[in-house]
């Protein structure tokens, strides 16, 4: 039978154990269609990128599933009626993953508190030495910026930038008449 990762989000709203419901309602899905779910997880609350059905954090559940490409499109045609469910993506892969998902595994929290949080400490705080190029404490230069304003043109105010010159094959324009308010004449 083919393979396939599947994850889904459900609405905030809802309770850890309602998606647990929904996750043993899928299940029970791909069970009816002679398949099985070799591996499910709970991701968790999380935040999302953009938001969705006006939702700024989705519950992330996961699946490994063995089952019939029939099971699984009544399971995403049942996912795609469930008012709980805002997404679902469902991938064809070669072989399933036995481990923990990236999602699950613990980061080793030993390793991280070699690194310096701050970015003014000794080693640059981002994983190597200040580089000094970014306009924080000197970019090569006295002064620490490499920007430079441009003089302004002559014939006008600092921020006014006078009549655009003609370009190639187009007739010079006239001046623009001053529209304030009182200056008709």
Do not use: C
């Amino acid at each position: 039978m083919p393979l396939y990762e599947h994850t889904f989000l459900a609405r905030q709203d809802i309770t850890q154990a309602q998606v647990e419901a929904l996750m043993k309602e899928f299940q029970g899905i791909i069970e009816e269609g002679q398949g099985k779910i070799t591996k499910q997880e709970y991701w968790g609350l999380k935040n999302l990128a953009f938001k969705i059905k006006k939702n700024r954090k989705a519950h992330y559940a996961f699946f490994n599933i063995d089952s019939p490409p029939a099971a699984v499109a009544e399971m995403e045609r049942r996912m795609g009626i469930n008012t709980d469910v805002m997404r679902f993506m469902t991938v064809r892969v070669e072989e399933l993953e036995t481990e923990p998902s990236i999602q699950m595994r613990k980061q080793d929290r030993d390793e991280r508190g070699d690194r310096d949080r701050g970015f003014g400490g000794p080693g640059g705080g981002r994983g190597g030495p200040p580089r000094g190029d970014r306009g924080f404490g000197g970019g090569g230069r006295e002064g620490g910026s490499t920007f430079r304003s441009r003089p302004p043109r002559e014939g006008g105010a600092p921020g006014d930038r006078g009549p655009r010159p003609p370009r190639e094959g187009e007739a010079p324009r006239a001046p623009r008449r001053d529209s304030t308010p009182g200056s008709e004449g």
